[in-house]
């Protein structure tokens, strides 16, 4: 394909590694490479010439978190908030995460996957070509396994590559609200090793908030995932610094995530550890949250930052990764390089595949997403005007 502005993304430091009047040459749903025009349609014979019309070509969009494999609906509990009601009483009172973990528990699976399947089906329609899903309104071993089984066959029925995290350590289920602890030596013993076993699961979350997992039980979640042969991420620091940053370095996470309340030293670590930092505007925004995550310290302290939408039915009912990069400018003060990267390369990097996909570079996966758009801050600048032209997923051309 030629006669495209490609955002390669290919660059150690900053900017987006732009090729103007670029052309992109690939074999076998692989890249081969990709450079100006004159130069690539001169080195490779193309069978196939597919013509860009000048648009704007970057790597397949990558939302590296997302809880969208869920049952029901919390917009009863959105006007409470409005209302003036937090989310953490709400949550205390059995709504929140519980009152998904009920409907989740009800629905069959046909309802799952149709309902799930509509979530994902709007955040491909923005270009998405790889999404990570959680598991974690389930909160027993059969519920969490059917989870991660809905989101492994969201896979299937959908022209899109799925990540899959077991996220069993979410909240304490109602049949344990007086031992919390023996939740956590059951995940241990039983959710997390069958998980693995049955090769369900690509890595292991939990949330660590005064709300739901201290650091001493997460740490035993970790560890157990560890044994299992699991890397982790963390929910960290969302509502109340609670030393998420510094714990998920010290397992050296994937990525820690939200990062609101998280400290200098916290931020420190993540940088030692090479842990991504997955902001999630969508959560911060419907929280009304005044604190935003710490972009600054996260700069100097050179911890690569990805965005994701963070789709769940509480915290961020959001499936438009374009929006949730709007936000991230907008809220966050991300710069338009930031923003860009932070929904290819870092989330790319957040799911451990940097290997496969996430920039556009010989030997990866050719996954793109073609825009009707001309310039990269045209696409985070829109506020609902989808540019999607079509996106490609190993090497085939998917019409939008
Ligand atoms: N943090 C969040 O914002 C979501 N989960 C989490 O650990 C909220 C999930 C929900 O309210 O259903
Ligand atoms: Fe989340």
Partial sequence: MSNGRFATLATAGGGLGIVE????????????????SREILSRFEAPQE???????????????HTHLVYAGSRAAEFE???AGRSYAEIAAAGGGIGSTVRATREADDATL???SGARLAALIAEGVTLVEIKSGYGLDTRNELRQLTIARRLAET?????????????????????????????????TIPEAAS???ADAVDAFCEHIAFSAEQVTRVFDAARAAGLPVKLHADQLSDSGGALLAARFGALSADHLEYSSEEGVAALARAGTVAVLLPGAYYMLRETRAPP???????????????DCNPGTSPLTSPLLAMNMAAVLFGLTIPEVIAGFTREAARALGRLDRCGTLEPGKRCDLAVWDV????????????????????EGRWLPH
Avoid at 178 to 188: I, M, S, T
Avoid at 377 to 383: I, K, M, P, T
């Fill in 113 to 115: 996957l149709r309902e």
């Fill in 295 to 309: 972009v600054e310290s996260l700069r100097r302290h050179r911890v690569p930052i990805a965005i994701a939408t």
């Fill in 21 to 36: 009047d670029g052309a992109l040459a690939m074999r076998d749903g692989r890249i081969l490479a990709v450079g100006p």
């Fill in 50 to 64: 597919i013509d860009l019309s000048g648009r704007l070509v970057t790597p397949g969009l990558v939302d590296c």
């Fill in 198 to 200: 049955a090769g369900l």
């Fill in 80 to 82: 409470q908030r409005l």
């Fill in 374 to 393: 001309e310039t990269p801050a045209e696409l985070v600048y829109r506020l609902g005007l989808n540019p999607l032209h079509a996106r490609v997923r």
């Fill in 158 to 190: 959908h022209d899109v590559d799925v990540a899959t995290t077991l996220l069993a350590a979410h909240a304490v289920p109602p049949e344990y609200r007086q031992h919390p602890d023996a939740y956590v030596d059951h995940l241990c013993r039983e």
